[in-house]
């Protein structure tokens, strides 16, 4: 059974960082595509940074130089780093992988940025 777990979210002022975690198990951690989406209230869910391969990422433009998407292969975790958080940063993120063409999401986790 696939599990995702996320924590980290929480309220943090513009400028601040945060670090969300998506522990995952029931899946070979090291071969899967995983990354971010984040959904804010009235918008549709968007792409925030992925891995597309094991060693490839890709983010969307708003957050080039600001957020980091890193793994712990060990730990079968996926991270998201965010710093200079902006306001526009809030919403609920999830993490999710790809195995075998199955898509599977983390629960959510709300981020918080006051202005």
């Known amino acids: 059974q696939v599990q995702l777990v996320e924590s980290g979210g929480g309220l943090v002022q513009a400028g601040g960082s945060l670090r969300l975690s998506c522990a995952t198990s029931?899946?070979?951690?090291?071969?899967?595509?995983m990354g971010w989406y984040r959904q804010a209230p009235g918008k549709q869910r968007e792409l925030v940074a992925a891995f597309t391969s094991p060693n490839n990422t890709k983010y969307v433009d708003s957050v080039k130089g600001r957020f980091t998407i890193s793994r712990d292969n060990a730990k079968s975790t996926v991270y998201l780093e965010m710093d200079s958080l902006k306001a526009e940063d809030t919403a609920v993120y999830y993490c999710?992988?790809?195995?075998?063409?199955?898509?599977?999401w983390g629960q959510g986790t709300q981020v918080t940025v006051s202005s």
């Open positions: 029931g899946i070979i951690f090291r071969h899967n595509a």
């Open positions: 999710y992988v790809i195995t075998d063409s199955n898509v599977y």
